[in-house]
Structures are given as structure tokens and as C-alpha cells.
């Protein structure tokens, strides 16, 4: 388990598709395009001038590191909620449940169940299942 992938609303950065399917497949198109002299093409198409940019971007400049980092959404209103009130995961608030994080987890069903377990078992227990997920292939894009 990487602690810095924790992220405050309990999800885990590690089971994320975008990092874990969407950019590594990205940057397979952008090597197999390159490869293919697509490069040398691909502005000559109808919006190949911005899907060329785009991809190139996440291929060689794109680093995932957790929304206590820096990434995602920077307006965040779960992330300014946990940073205002200096908690590390917002199951751990006293204020938990609340709006904002009902709000927020209606996108991702397996979070209700997760921040429960956060907070009946604690961290290791959470943690524990993050790998088993990680090791088993989960995405969130899954538990929809």
C-alpha cells in the first residue's frame, strides 16, 4: 500500500482506471502512432491538430500523484472540505457522513462500503482491501 494514493474521500489512487487503463493505453496508441510516422500525419486530419497535442501531452508529460498531491480536480469541494478541517480520509471526520461525501460517492458504489470499513476496522484493514483489489485487476470504472 502507497499511502500517498490515499485520498480523502477513501478512494484509492492505485484502483483508479484512468491511471491504471486509460493512460498506459495512451501512451501505447502515442508510441504505436509515433512509430508508424502517424506524427508526421496527423495534423492533416479533421481535428487531429488537438487529439495529437492531447495525446501527446499525457504520453510524455503526464504524472499521476494523489489529490494530497496535487492531482485531480483541484476544485475539489470533498478535498477543500478534509484540507480545511486537517483530517487524513473523511471517514475519519466527526462530521461523517455529510453532504458533500454523500454528494460524491453516488459515483462510486463500493465507497459507502469502503469508508464504513475505514472506519469500523481502521486504515490497515481499508489498506488491505485496496491491494486485494489492485492485485485482483479492480478499477472503479468496474463497480458501476
Given at each position: 500500500?502507497?499511502?500517498r494514493?490515499?485520498?480523502?474521500?477513501?478512494l484509492?489512487?492505485?484502483?483508479?482506471?484512468v491511471k491504471?487503463?486509460?493512460?498506459?493505453a495512451?501512451k501505447?496508441l502515442y508510441?504505436?502512432m509515433k512509430n508508424?510516422g502517424?506524427?508526421n500525419v496527423?495534423?492533416?486530419l479533421p481535428g487531429?491538430?488537438?487529439f495529437?497535442?492531447f495525446?501527446t501531452?499525457?504520453?510524455e508529460h503526464?504524472?499521476c500523484?494523489?489529490?494530497k498531491?496535487g492531482?485531480?480536480?483541484?476544485?475539489?469541494?470533498?478535498?477543500?472540505?478534509a484540507?480545511?478541517?486537517?483530517?487524513q480520509?473523511?471517514?475519519l471526520c466527526?462530521?461523517y457522513?455529510c453532504?458533500?461525501?454523500?454528494n460524491?460517492?453516488?459515483?462510486?458504489?463500493?465507497?459507502?462500503?469502503d469508508n464504513?470499513?475505514?472506519r469500523?476496522?481502521?486504515?490497515?484493514?481499508?489498506a488491505?482491501?485496496?491491494d486485494e483489489?489492485q492485485?485482483?485487476g479492480?478499477?472503479y470504472s468496474?463497480?458501476?
Open positions: 500500500m502507497d499511502k494514493y490515499m485520498c480523502y474521500c477513501g484509492y489512487c492505485e484502483n483508479c482506471a491504471v487503463k486509460v493512460f498506459p495512451a501505447t508510441e504505436e508508424a502517424f506524427d496527423v495534423n492533416n487531429g491538430d488537438g495529437w497535442s495525446l501531452n499525457i504520453a503526464w504524472e500523484k494523489s489529490c498531491e492531482s485531480g480536480n483541484p476544485g475539489c469541494v470533498v478535498r477543500k472540505c484540507e480545511e478541517k486537517g483530517v480520509m473523511c471517514a466527526e462530521s457522513p453532504e458533500l461525501i454523500d460524491f460517492d453516488a459515483g462510486y458504489p463500493v465507497l459507502k462500503l464504513a470499513l475505514l469500523d476496522k481502521g486504515i490497515d484493514a481499508w488491505k482491501l485496496q483489489r492485485a485482483a479492480f478499477t468496474e463497480d458501476k
